[in-house]
């Protein structure tokens, strides 16, 4: 159970082109989706937290208009990298929690390897 | 100053060989923590948690943590391990008051044949 679902899982695109990415929680209703950036032999970094019907929460230095996310239903969130450019190469991972809870852990998507050229 | 450091980049070891990967954190996160395997090109699969309790925490694929208060330590450990955990490992805590993660910056595991 628990299997969250993440497209497409590389892109290659030019320079200047928009990217959306896709998240889906498969068997459970997602109330929070989390956004994050890994980068080479980095740990993840934290870009949002979005919770179904209401804006994305954006950590600190990330741009918001940059990275557009939305959380349409329980079961999707789409995160949306606008006007991309080759700093914005990355490995994108979403997660998402059933509901609130210490108890309730993240389950993780498989990433997005996302290439500007 | 890091919330969760691991101090190790790299771990190798042989096949067979028990493992300790470390993680120590700050007072800035709570005493909620996990810890994540990555393998490549994948998302985090959780191997385990601490949320209170016994200290000694088991997770699956045979690995366990303790929670040492004392030492803000939570490592991570197999008596024997396997080709197949060659991966990278994540220690995570929730930062205070909030469901986010604050995660360390990993330990690769290159088990050796």
């Known amino acids: 159970g628990a299997v969250v679902s993440q497209h497409p899982s590389r892109v290659i695109c030019k320079s200047g082109t928009s990217v959306k990415i896709e998240c889906r929680s498969l068997?459970?209703?997602?109330?929070?989706m989390f956004w994050y950036r890994q980068f080479p032999k980095k740990s993840l970094m934290l870009m949002a937290t979005?919770?179904?019907?209401?804006?994305?929460?954006?950590e600190q230095g990330v741009e918001k208009d940059k990275f557009l996310i939305n959380h349409a239903s329980l079961t999707l969130s789409t995160l949306t990298v606008t006007s991309a450019h080759p700093e914005d190469s990355s490995f994108y991972i979403c997660?998402?929690?059933?509901?609130?809870?210490?108890?309730?852990?993240?389950?993780f998507g498989d990433g997005t390897r996302l290439s500007i050229l | 100053a890091q919330s969760v450091t691991q101090l190790d980049s790299q771990v190798p070891v042989f096949e067979e060989a028990p493992v300790e990967l470390r993680c120590n954190y700050s007072?800035?996160?709570?005493?909620?923590l996990f810890w994540y395997v990555q393998y490549p090109n994948q998302g985090l699969q959780l191997l385990l948690k601490?949320?209170?309790?016994?200290?000694l925490v088991k997770g699956i694929n045979g690995f366990e943590a303790e929670f040492n208060k004392s030492q803000t330590s939570f490592h991570l450990r197999k008596p024997s391990v396997h080709i197949s955990d060659t991966a990278e490992y994540f220690c995570?805590?929730?930062?205070?008051?909030?469901?986010?993660?604050?995660f360390g910056t990993g330990t690769r595991l290159k088990v050796l044949a």
């Open positions: 068997d459970f209703q997602a109330t929070t």
């Open positions: 979005s919770n179904e019907g209401s804006k994305a929460t954006y």
């Open positions: 997660s998402a929690r059933a509901a609130a809870g210490i108890d309730q852990p993240q389950h």
């Open positions: 007072s800035s996160v709570s005493v909620y």
């Open positions: 601490y949320l209170s309790g016994s200290t």
């Open positions: 995570a805590a929730l930062k205070q008051g909030t469901y986010k993660y604050i």
